[in-house]
Structure formats: structure tokens, C-alpha cells
């Protein structure tokens, strides 16, 4: 395939392939976002107690060698190498996956009849092919891509409406990630990285609770959702709260998600 050099709006020499377009490029939040990230941590270098301080690391250059094109010609997925390197000649790991970030839903279901002291609740999953990893019923949390234009809330909101078959408002949601924020000022969003020595991808974890009647449980469990228009093809599964640890542990969403909401729990933050 052939390539061609360009410079982006980061002044970083960029080799890209035959039918990417500059344009689409500079407008694709994942590989600005990526860009950004990377420079301020660069520019951490500069402090004295930073391990790299003596011989700094640098964004050379970047080479895009595959991509994918969306429903509606929009960019999707980006796959690159960088050249990051110090003035010995060392490099670091800097092969990549750009996808941008999502967000991934804990739905809690309390029946309406448990008593004030009891615990119990139960937790909504989706079953359904995920290619990717082998598997055409891969049970986890319902999530989904943030889009260009959307808010991290809207886009839970709109899933859980989606994928559940909820309706929930934006106000309705609490954002678990944002309560476990790091305290340092590492520049990146609040949000876990399950894949971060190969892939951006970022995920921000909402959590809802709701009353509904006891009957109710049965009719969510078993119930085919999802956008058919888009390949979903999603069945509702929903579980203890008791067992998520084991019913969803292929799904680091899920794992990440009861860990931050027992913590939060445990702290009275919620």
C-alpha cells in the first residue's frame, strides 16, 4: 500500500496509507487525544524526580499503518507504531490500537419487597458475539462507543435505553470512575485502561439502582435487546449481585466495576 508523509496539527511527522485523508485525521478525537496525552507526559520529563529526567524520551514520529471506516465514512479503529525514543538511541513499546472511549453500565435491580436491612440486588448483564475475543455469547456489562458528538452520561444513558430497555436520565446515573479519580495530575481521563500496553481504549463506569417488583426479574432475564440494525443481537441475563465476581469474570468492565462500586460503597460515597 502506498504511503505518504504529512504533518499533522501536532507538528509530528506522520506517515500515513493511500485513502486516509489529513482532514480525517486532524478531526479524529482517539489520535489527538493520543497525541495530547503523550506530549504532556513527555513534558513531565523536564522535572527532576521524573525516572527519565536525565535522558528524556521524545515523540519522533508516527506511522499509521491501517484503519477503518465507519458506518457514514467516519474514521473508526487506527492502528500505528511511534517512534519514541531518547538521544541514547533506547526506544519504548509504541505499537497501538486507537478506538477512543466508552462506557460501560452496572444496573442494579433491588426487588421491592426485600427488607430495609437486607442487601439483596441483582445486576443486569447482556449476552451476545464478540468476535474478537472467539466467542458469540460473551456475557458482560452492557457498554458501548462514545460517539463524537455525545456525553460520556448520554451515551450510558442511551446504551442502558438500547441494550436494557430502560429509559434512565442522565442525572439518574453515577459515575463510579469519576469518584475513584487518582489523585496525581496524570492528565488522563478518569476512567480504566484494560488493554493499556496495546490499545487507547478507555472505559468510564456508571452505576444505577432501581426499584422494581419482585415478578419483574424473571421478565429481564432471557429478553433479546439491542439495535438489530447495527448486528446486535443481545440477551438480557441478570444475576446476583453476590455472584458478578464469577458470572462476569472474562469482562474486566464487570470485575472494574464491582471493585469501584464496593470501594465507594466502603468509603460512604455512595
Known amino acids: 500500500m502506498a504511503q505518504r508523509m504529512l504533518l499533522t496539527r501536532f507538528?509530528?511527522?506522520?506517515?500515513?496509507?493511500?485513502?486516509?485523508?489529513?482532514?480525517?485525521?486532524?478531526?479524529?478525537?482517539?489520535?489527538?487525544?493520543?497525541v495530547e496525552n503523550l506530549q504532556c507526559s513527555v513534558a513531565d520529563q523536564t522535572h527532576a524526580s521524573h525516572p527519565f529526567h536525565k535522558n528524556p524520551y521524545h515523540l519522533r514520529s508516527v506511522t499509521i499503518q491501517s484503519f477503518d471506516i465507519f458506518g457514514g465514512g467516519?474514521?473508526?479503529?487506527?492502528?500505528?507504531?511511534?517512534?519514541?525514543?531518547?538521544?541514547?538511541?533506547?526506544?519504548?513499546?509504541?505499537a497501538a490500537l486507537l478506538r477512543g472511549p466508552s462506557v460501560a453500565m452496572l444496573v442494579m435491580l433491588i426487588p421491592d419487597d426485600v427488607a430495609p436491612d437486607s442487601d439483596e440486588r441483582y445486576v443486569v448483564l447482556?449476552?451476545?458475539?464478540?468476535?474478537?475475543?472467539?466467542?458469540?455469547?460473551?456475557?458482560?456489562?452492557?457498554?458501548?462507543?462514545?460517539?463524537?458528538?455525545?456525553?460520556?452520561?448520554?451515551?450510558?444513558a442511551k446504551e442502558i435505553e438500547e441494550e436494557l430497555g430502560l429509559a434512565i436520565k442522565e442525572e439518574q446515573l453515577t459515575c463510579l470512575s469519576e469518584l475513584?479519580?487518582?489523585?496525581?495530575?496524570?492528565?488522563?481521563?478518569?476512567?480504566?485502561?484494560?488493554?493499556?500496553?496495546?490499545?487507547?481504549?478507555h472505559v468510564t463506569i456508571y452505576s444505577h439502582e432501581r426499584h422494581i417488583p419482585r415478578e419483574q426479574l424473571k421478565e429481564w432475564s432471557g429478553r433479546l435487546t439491542g439495535l438489530r440494525t447495527e448486528g446486535e443481537k443481545i440477551t438480557l441475563k441478570v444475576v446476583p449481585m453476590k455472584d458478578l465476581w464469577k458470572e462476569g469474570a472474562h469482562d474486566a468492565k464487570a470485575l472494574g466495576a464491582l471493585a469501584l462500586w464496593e470501594a465507594a460503597r466502603r468509603e460512604k460515597l455512595i
Open 11 to 34: 507538528d509530528v511527522p506522520t506517515t500515513v496509507p493511500e485513502g486516509l485523508a489529513k482532514e480525517q485525521l486532524d478531526n479524529f478525537k482517539p489520535f489527538n487525544a493520543w
Open 180 to 201: 475513584a479519580a487518582p489523585a496525581q495530575d496524570d492528565k488522563l481521563p478518569p476512567a480504566m485502561f484494560p488493554s493499556a500496553g496495546g490499545c487507547d481504549e
Open 74 to 94: 467516519r474514521l473508526g479503529f487506527v492502528k500505528l507504531t511511534a517512534d519514541v525514543s531518547n538521544d541514547a538511541g533506547e526506544t519504548l513499546p509504541a
Open 126 to 156: 447482556t449476552v451476545q458475539p464478540r468476535v474478537p475475543v472467539g466467542s458469540l455469547a460473551f456475557v458482560e456489562l452492557p457498554a458501548g462507543m462514545v460517539d463524537d458528538a455525545g456525553s460520556f452520561k448520554g451515551a450510558a
